[in-house]
């Protein structure tokens, strides 16, 4: 399954569970009360197994974008992954930028997101900590639900939206280590 086609609009969350049905992906979504932050997150009981995650939209100093998926708790040495994506220094994407080409508001960053964009402009960087997991937890485009998805499948899906996700390390300790 390639990008969608009209980038006028974004998929739903309707639409991205059918899409993953569509691949053969098994999914279990539950609904909760919006969460905005991975604080907030922590104070919601979602009662799935495997990592939760966040993501960062950033954007270089030559408008490179790159979406990060990272564990909750990883603490993300952006300067050091500028370095070794071959980039420039990054800053946080604005919110009008986010919808625009990923199709969502802040809060409802997912790695789901990149399905909406058509013109391939994102870099998938997926935090290495996360695979070692079975599962993974992530928004289905909203953030008043989560979905857990086996972490090979959400290597899957990134892959049939015309993304090859960047599995790397993502701390500054662990990249040292990997050097």
């Known amino acids: 399954m390639q990008r969608k086609k009209n980038a006028d609009m974004p998929l739903t969350r ?20 919006a969460v905005f932050t991975v604080a907030e997150s922590e104070t919601v009981e979602i009662p799935l197994p495997g990592a939760h995650t966040k993501n960062l939209f950033l954007k270089d100093d030559r408008s490179r974008l790159v979406l990060v998926i990272a564990k909750s708790a990883t603490v993300v040495d952006l300067k050091g992954l500028g370095k ?15 919808m625009c080409t990923l199709g969502v508001t802040p809060g409802s960053v997912t790695a789901f997101a990149v399905a909406n964009d058509v013109e391939g402009r994102v870099t998938v960087v997926v935090d290495e900590t996360l695979m070692e997991h079975d599962s993974v937890n992530c928004h289905p485009l909203e953030n008043t639900a989560t979905t857990n998805i086996a ?22 300790a662990d990249a040292v280590a990997r050097s």
């Open 14 to 33: 309707d639409e991205l569970l059918l899409r993953l049905n569509d691949l053969d992906i098994r999914t279990t979504t539950i609904d909760h009360p």
């Open 151 to 172: 972490c090979e499948d959400l290597l899957r899906f990134i892959r049939s939206t015309g993304h090859e996700p960047r599995v790397m390390a993502l701390t500054a």
């Open 84 to 98: 070794r994506l071959g980039m420039g220094r990054f800053s946080f994407g604005k919110p009008d930028l986010l």
